[in-house]
């Protein structure tokens, strides 16, 4: 059975950084590109970013290009978002999710999702 | 940028049938994904490539694709199927996936 299990959330203040952690289970890890993505409170589902099962093609949306950083440790199966210059627009719930095919990305589904993990960017 | 477009919301009665609409620049060209998303959960796929059904999502869901507008139908409307549903779509164009507004289906 897949498992992904965010980690990391919290409250930090403007400006600040924050390490989000998912770990995965049930899947061979580097074979599945993997995404985060994130939904403010009370608001729809946006897109973060991707990483594919190799580590060696990363995407971003244009709201977190340049301050977040995305990363896989295969030796952990664990995915990681590294959020610098956090502001607070960025609080949401941060969920990670497996493509659902293995070795490739693009027009492919989301077929598992993390319970995610709460980041409240606030003074 | 791409943008996908759902009505906010759609109500039904219990047994009835309930459309969501998807609108986008020629999206019948493009591969879409529907998530059912309940209060409080993360959200689940309900259909993939426009009109496929994942294992254990009941026959009711059903999804077509062509021109501006794709759609997920559910047939028979249960209680259960009170969510949120997003489409979603891949935009080659800016390398990004793209997630519609979102319908909130409410179940009279």
């Known amino acids: 059975e897949v498992q992904l299990v965010e980690s990391g959330g919290g409250l930090v203040q403007p400006g600040g950084s924050l390490r989000l952690s998912c770990a995965a289970s049930?899947?061979?890890?580097?074979?599945?590109?993997m995404n985060w993505v994130r939904q403010a409170p009370g608001k729809g589902l946006e897109w973060v970013s991707l990483?594919?099962?190799?580590?060696?093609?990363?995407f971003y949306a244009d709201s977190v290009k340049g301050r977040f950083t995305i990363s896989r440790d295969t030796s952990r199966n664990t995915l990681h978002l590294q959020m610098n210059s956090l502001r607070a627009e960025d609080t949401a719930v941060y969920y990670c999710?497996?493509?659902?095919?293995?070795?490739?990305?693009?027009?492919?589904?989301?077929?598992?999702w993390g319970q995610g993990t709460l980041v409240i960017v606030s003074s | 940028s791409y943008g996908l477009t759902q009505p906010p919301s759609v109500s039904v009665a219990p047994g009835t049938t309930a459309r969501i609409t998807c609108g986008g620049n020629?999206?019948?060209?493009?591969?879409v994904h529907w998530y059912q998303q309940r209060p409080g959960q993360a959200p689940v796929l309900v259909i993939y490539?426009?009109?496929d059904r994942p294992s254990g999502i009941p026959e009711r869901f059903s999804g077509s694709n062509s021109g501006n507008t794709a759609t997920l139908t559910i047939s028979r409307v249960e209680a259960e199927d009170e969510a949120d549903y997003y489409c979603?779509?891949?935009?080659?164009?800016?390398?990004?996936?793209?997630f519609g507004t979102g319908t909130k289906v409410t179940v009279l």
């Open positions: 020629n999206i019948g060209g493009e591969s």
């Open positions: 490539y426009d009109s």
């Open positions: 999710a497996r493509l659902g095919e293995e070795n490739t990305f693009g027009s492919v589904p989301f077929d598992s």
């Open positions: 990483i594919s099962g190799n580590g060696g093609t990363t």
């Open positions: 979603q779509v891949w935009d080659n164009s800016g390398d990004h996936y793209v």
């Open positions: 049930g899947f061979t890890f580097n074979t599945y590109a």
